[in-house]
DNA sequence: CCAAAAGTGTTAATCTTACACCCATGA
DNA sequence: TCATGGGTGTAAGATTAACACTTTTGG
C-alpha cells in the first residue's frame, strides 16, 4: 500500500517523501508504503502509514487504484492499493517523523522517486484533476480561512494553467461554497484583503455529490 | 469480488444475474462473485467468474472499487472489489451458464438484488456516466456495424436523458470515432438506413485519453 | 401514393474568454 | 503622495440548445 500526500505550502504542491528503510532501493526516496499483511484491512495500514509518519491519522484520504498482482513473500500475500490525500501542514497538526526520512518536497521534474511512484504520483494528480471539475478542492489543503488569491494559486496549481483573476473569482463565487469572513488580512503593502473560508454545508454536498 | 456485467439488448441496458449458491441469502438473484482467495490474483478471479457465468473472458473490464474490510472467513481474508464489464452478446460469445442460473435482466425499479449489490450497480453506473463526459462508449456494447439511432439509443439509456436527433449526430460526427460502412440496412418500412462502425485507432485513442 | 422511418440547418440563448483600470492602504 | 497589491465590469466569441420539415422507400 502507498500513499501520495499532498500539501500546498509557500504556493506550492507539494508530496510527502520518506527514505526507504529496505532493499530493493534502500535508501532511495519514495512514498510512504507499508505491506499489506495477510490480516490487516486497508484502513488498519492506512492508519499505521499516516501515524508513522505525521503522527495524525484523520486526514482526508481518497482511493486510487487497486493492484491485484500476486506477489510471493515471505511475508504474506501482497495487494498493491495506492490512495492520495490532501492535508494543510498546520490545521492537520503534521508532525513529521525524522526517523523516517519524512519530507513534503516540491513537485517539480527534479523529484526522482524509487518503484514506480513518480507514475503513481501522476495517476493522482491527474485524478485530483479530473475530481476538480466537478467538485470542488482547497478545504483540505488550504487553512481555514484564506484570500481568494491563494485559492487561485491552489487551482493554477493543480490545473497547471493561469487563470484571470476576475473571470477565477466569478466562477467560484458562482458555486456558492464560500463565505466572507468578517476580518480582513491586513498586508505589509497596498490594500487589505478580503478573507474566505468553506460553508462546510454547501462544500461538502458540492464535494460529495459534484456540481 | 464481484462483478457488474452490462449488455445493451433490445434497446435497454441489461446486467448480468445469478442465483446465489450459498448462505446468506441462499438462492437470492445476485451479481456474480467470488471470494478472492489468499493465493489468488484479482485477474484470476475475474477470469474464473466470467468463464464460469458466460463462456468468455476476454471481455472489457474496469475496476470499479476495492474495499480493504476484514472478514473472518474460512477460506482466508477476504477482500471485496468490485468490477464492471461491458459486453455484446453476439459479437462476444456469450454462452449463458445455466447450472448458475446465469440471466441478463433489464434495470428497472424491480431488480432486486441481495447483499449491497444493488447500490454496485448504481456505482457502476454513476462511473459510466461519468466517464461518457470524456470518453465514448458502445464499442464494447454494439455490434461492429450500428445505426446513428442506435448508439443514440444506447446513450440515451445510459445517461438517462432524451437528446435531439439533430443535436446528438452532430456531436458524435464531430467526435471523430465513427466510420461510414458501404453498406446500408434495409428496414421493412421507411428510408433504408447509414450504418456506421468505429474507427478502432481513433476510438482506443479517445477512450484512453479522453477528448 | 402514402405511411413509416431517416436525415438534415438555422436561430436564439447561454456560457466562456479576453481584456484594463480604479481602489485602498502603509510607508 | 506614491508604490503596492486588491478588487471590479463589459463586450466579443464560442458552445449548446431548441426547433420542423423534407427525403427515401416498401407496401
Known amino acids: 500500500m502507498s500513499l501520495c500526500l499532498f500539501c500546498y505550502n509557500e504556493n506550492e504542491k507539494k508530496v510527502l517523501t520518506v527514505r526507504n528503510k529496505s532493499l530493493p532501493f534502500k535508501n ?5 508504503n507499508k505491506l499489506l499483511k495477510y490480516n490487516q484491512s486497508l484502513d488498519e495500514v492506512c492508519t499505521e502509514i499516516l501515524t508513522e509518519n505525521i503522527r495524525n491519522q484523520e486526514v482526508y484520504i481518497e482511493q486510487l487504484n487497486a493492484f491485484g498482482k500476486l506477489y510471493r513473500n515471505p511475508i504474506g500475500r501482497v495487494i498493491d492499493i495506492s490512495f492520495y490525500g490532501l492535508i494543510n501542514l498546520e490545521k492537520d497538526n503534521i508532525v513529521l517523523n525524522h526517523e523516517n526520512n519524512a519530507k513534503f518536497k516540491k513537485l517539480d521534474s527534479k523529484l526522482e522517486l524509487a518503484f514506480d511512484h513518480n507514475e503513481m504520483i501522476e495517476l493522482a494528480l491527474k485524478r485530483i484533476k479530473r475530481r476538480m471539475k466537478y467538485r470542488p478542492l482547497g478545504k483540505n489543503l488550504l487553512p481555514n ?36 469572513v468578517k476580518k480582513v488580512q491586513r498586508n505589509k503593502r497596498g490594500r487589505k484583503t478580503i478573507l474566505y473560508e468553506f460553508d462546510p454545508k454547501k462544500y461538502e454536498n458540492y464535494s460529495n455529490n459534484g456540481f
Open 145 to 180: 480561512e484564506f484570500t481568494m488569491n491563494e485559492l487561485e494559486g491552489l487551482y493554477s496549481s493543480f490545473l497547471s494553467k493561469k487563470f484571470d483573476t476576475r473571470n477565477f473569482r466569478r466562477r467560484i463565487l458562482e458555486m456558492d461554497i464560500l463565505r466572507e
Open 28 to 32: 532511495a526516496l519514495v512514498l510512504p
